[in-house]
């Protein structure tokens, strides 16, 4: 054959390769789902499940230990929080249902539940303590009386014993998280407005007016609290429970939701909305933590929101899906960077519908988690929408694999390494920072990727 001929059918060739990488750029970008999937479970067995257990089991104490340096190093004084112990159980009994014949994620979920069993519950007064020292002794916050309870810690102890009964069928777990139930229906429920008081004294009186400037009610602890009775509804279908989460979906989709579009922060007693957009700008700026737009909870809430319609109906009901979709579309075109992806951290509107400016363009590493398994949800059931969601999905996926995990020393970054390159240095585990969310995207996103694929 001439090299001139050669040549031709060269240049043929990569003119059809050049067509189809464009096709497939329009379908959701050249990346295949099927290396997607691969490089997911990788990270999820190597770079999350591998890097936390079994180094976080505090085998002297019982639960988990809560600190460690970006290399893995035990450092930090190790105090325990019932949001991180419960998360962590919910971690382990997920895993073992991931992976059934790893039988050891069932047992140190185990040990989880009886720290939280035996250590954390408050036996005089009921409801699980806010914070333990790392043997066990209860540590009370300052300024609330000596002591304080949290609906949001009771609310994610719940998550975790349903999650850990769900795999184990212990009825003391199941019993403890229908206990929690009651606890907060009993102190934390608000009857008259609905939904529930965010802060509590040891003895479950509710601090009606809040706690240390920050209003009683607010949307972190309603998303949590709607999470964890969607977690619990499907194995202990009380109507009391299904009443509670119904009323949870309302108040979060038509009253923290709206017609905005994304989350009231922080309420009062009635719901009224605490905002600052009529003070200067320098008020304004020093609590724009208290009326934000944050994307990542917003995103969180799509997921949330349409699991909890399932868990009462079957399906996902109209009115959930309008506002969900909304939604997702506005954190999407405000708070999505386009360029190499990754959600901001936060965003504000300084006056209604005027337009909103990034206040934080840093990337946290649950806010990304959270944005990967929205943004499949909404490829698959919306293949056809104009914002590409496949194409966002997959640019995702790539943003937290350069950015955010370490593939070095394991586990995820705290911040995008793009915005936040001091990150790499910052610890890997935190009272604050668990596996809960990266663990459960990549579940999440594994099990739909598996769905997809086979056309189910």
């Known amino acids: 054959m001439s090299s001139q001929k050669i040549l031709i059918i060269t240049g043929i060739f990569f003119t059809l390769l050049s ?23 990788q990270v999820l067995e190597n770079q999350i499940l591998a890097a936390w257990y079994p180094r976080t089991v505090d085998s002297l104490h019982g639960g988990f230990l809560s600190d460690f340096d970006s290399a893995w ?22 895993a073992y249902e991931h992976y059934p014949e790893k039988k050891i994620y069932l047992s140190m979920a185990r040990q989880g539940f009886e720290f939280l069993r035996d250590v954390m519950w408050d036996t005089a007064y009921g409801g699980f303590y806010n914070l333990v020292s790392r043997e066990g002794l209860p540590l009370p916050l300052p300024g609330a009386g000596g002591w304080q309870k949290q609906a949001y810690g009771n609310a994610f102890a719940i998550y975790g014993l349903a999650a850990y009964y769900r795999v184990s069928r212990d009825e003391e777990a199941l019993n403890l998280a229908k206990k929690t139930f009651q606890w907060l229906e009993d ?19 509710p601090l009606m007016a809040g706690f240390a400037g ?64 009529d003070s200067s700008k320098a008020v304004r700026e020093s609590h724009y933590h208290l009326d934000e737009v944050s994307f990542g909870h917003d995103i969180e809430t799509v997921y949330l929101l349409r699991e909890a319609a399932e868990a009462l109906e079957g399906t996902i009901d109209p009115p959930t899906e309008k506002v969900t979709r909304r939604m997702a579309e506005h954190a999407l075109e405000q708070g999505f960077d386009a360029s190499i992806g990754g959600m901001y951290d936060a965003g504000y509107y300084e006056q209604v519908g005027g337009p909103l400016k990034i206040v934080r363009d840093s990337k946290n590493w649950w806010a990304q988690a959270e ?34 995990v370490d593939h070095q ?48």
């Open 19 to 41: 067509c189809q990488e464009g096709k497939e750029s329009n379908d959701g970008g050249s990346i295949s789902l099927d290396r997607i999937h691969s490089e997911i479970k």
């Open 73 to 94: 190093h035990i450092a930090g004084d190790q105090n325990k929080m019932i949001v991180s112990q419960a998360r962590q159980v919910w971690t382990c009994s997920r």
């Open 187 to 205: 102190y934390s429920h608000d009857p008259q407005y609905g939904g529930y008081f965010q802060f509590l004294q040891r003895d479950g009186s």
């Open 214 to 277: 920050t209003p009683p009610k607010d949307q972190n602890s309603s998303i949590h609290l709607l999470e964890a009775f969607t977690e619990l509804y499907p194995l202990w279908p009380d109507p009391g429970l299904r009443e509670r989460l119904s009323e949870m979906l309302l108040i979060i989709r038509d009253t923290l939701v709206g017609g905005k579009n994304y989350l009231t922060l922080f309420c009062d007693r009635q719901w009224t909305p605490l905002s600052y957009r």
């Open 371 to 404: 944005t990967l398994n929205t943004l499949l949800i909404l490829a698959q059931r919306y293949p056809d929408d104009p914002h590409h969601y496949l194409k966002l999905f997959k640019m995702q996926w790539e943003y937290i694999d350069q950015y955010l």
């Open 409 to 456: 020393f394991g586990g995820w970054y705290n911040y995008g390494l793009d915005k936040s390159p001091r990150s790499r240095e910052q610890h890997k585990a935190h009272i604050w920072k668990t596996p809960y969310h990266t663990a459960r995207a990549l579940f999440n996103v594994s099990n739909r990727l598996e769905e997809m694929h086979s056309g189910r």
